[in-house]
């Protein structure tokens, strides 16, 4: 049997990981500063998550969420602690487009309604529900087509309150920064007009915080920059520094009944550990302190005075979550700077390179790399 191909893959196989730094197979070392998507929050094979992984599958494994498990609720009040929605509940599950697909579904349960608005650009996910919200077509099969969801330009406050003011959607969905469009961000000033609109027409507001949250902006969610709360807030990419998880962070307002989510291997004890310690090692190494101080870092070198740098037209971002659109002549920068400098970065298109490194990463990792663009450039 053959793999259904449907990644095309640089021809390097990282077989070792400390912090920011990759080793290949053949023994080459690379600096990572993309982190598989997000996912890598507090650095590859970081001891504690290491150790409190082991001890973990030492103790025991999986079973089902039939039985009770304590380290699910530890999750949850150490999370609830960390970003301010302690007295919202979780519910567990293995990915972000799940956790999209539960939000969604309870939005729908809750209000008794059927459509979702959605915006320009978004990603929200590759299953059923969340490919439908997700704005890029080449990805849609038929069978994901619906009239349930709408999409209004992102920061337009005039359509958002014209479609909302129907009363005929459940919830609106937003990314705290939209990722896989290059890094767009919702205005602060839009968000919070957002959140007036959706407690005026009745509608859920779910934060999708899937690759913006966890600390990668300087705050644990991105929305939280503009002061607001929402409704339901979705988790994921960095939430157990790659071991696969997803949450939903979920309102008092909304009542549980048995049954109406489910999940074979969500919240399992695994996951639980891995997820544990990474809320540890960053409430231990203030991690989300240093995404901010680097953050900014990278954006007076790389943007001084808010003017881009040499070959870049914009940086866009907050904190660790950064897109660098790069002029015209200069789209094969992201692979020289991996095969001729050996960084690790993310793309959004031919032209916006994306850097979202592990929130551990040092001033003098980010300088090497200011300096490579430098010496490319």
Not at 62 to 79: G, T
Not at 129 to 143: E, H, L, R, S
Not at 234 to 239: E, S
Not at 347 to 367: D, K
Request: hydrophobic share 40%; glycine share 10%.
């Amino acid at each position: 049997m053959d793999l259904f191909k449907v990644y095309k893959l640089w021809d390097i196989e990282p077989v070792k990981g400390l912090g920011t730094t990759l080793w290949d197979k053949d023994g080459k070392e690379y600096t990572d500063l993309y982190g598989g998507h997000a996912v890598i929050s507090v650095g590859h094979c970081h001891p504690h998550y290491v150790k409190a992984v082991t001890e973990q599958l030492n103790r025991l494994g999986f079973y089902s969420n039939a039985v009770q498990n304590s380290l699910q609720k530890k999750l949850a009040d150490k999370l609830g602690k960390a970003c301010g929605y302690d007295d919202y509940s979780l519910f567990l599950c293995n990915s972000g487009a799940e956790a999209n697909e539960n939000a969604m579904k309870l939005a729908s349960f809750q209000t008794g309604r059927a459509k979702v608005l959605a915006f320009g650009k978004a990603f929200h996910g590759r299953t059923s529900g969340a490919v439908a919200v997700t704005d890029n077509p080449k990805i849609q099969a038929p069978f994901n087509s619906t009239s349930n969801v709408e999409r209004v330009p992102l920061n337009d406050i005039e359509a958002t309150e014209k479609a909302l003011a129907t009363k005929e959607f459940a919830a609106v969905i937003i990314e705290g920064i939209q990722g896989v469009s290059g890094i767009h961000e919702p205005q602060d000033g839009f968000l919070v007009s957002l959140r007036e609109i959706c407690d005026r027409t009745g509608t859920v507001l779910i934060l999708d915080e899937i690759q913006s949250g966890y600390g990668r902006t300087g705050q644990f969610f991105a929305h939280q920059h503009a002061g607001i709360r929402a409704d339901i807030v979705t988790t994921a990419k960095g939430m157990a520094n790659g071991f696969p998880i997803g949450g939903v962070l979920i309102s008092p307002a909304f009542r549980a009944e048995y049954g109406m989510l489910g999940t074979t291997f969500g919240g399992n004890h695994l996951a639980c550990a891995a997820a544990i310690a990474v809320l540890e090692i960053m409430e231990s190494e203030h991690l989300v302190e240093n995404a901010a101080r680097i953050g900014e870092y990278f954006r007076n070198a790389l943007c001084p005075g808010g003017n881009p740098m040499h070959p870049f037209k914009e940086y866009r971002g907050r904190g660790l979550m950064i897109g660098l659109e790069v002029k015209p002549g200069y789209e094969n920068l992201r692979e020289r700077l991996l095969l001729e400098r050996r960084f690790f970065t993310g793309a959004a298109g031919a032209n916006v390179i994306r850097l979202l490194p592990s929130l551990t990463i040092t001033e003098e990792t980010a300088a090497k790399f200011v300096g490579a663009i430098k010496e490319l450039a």
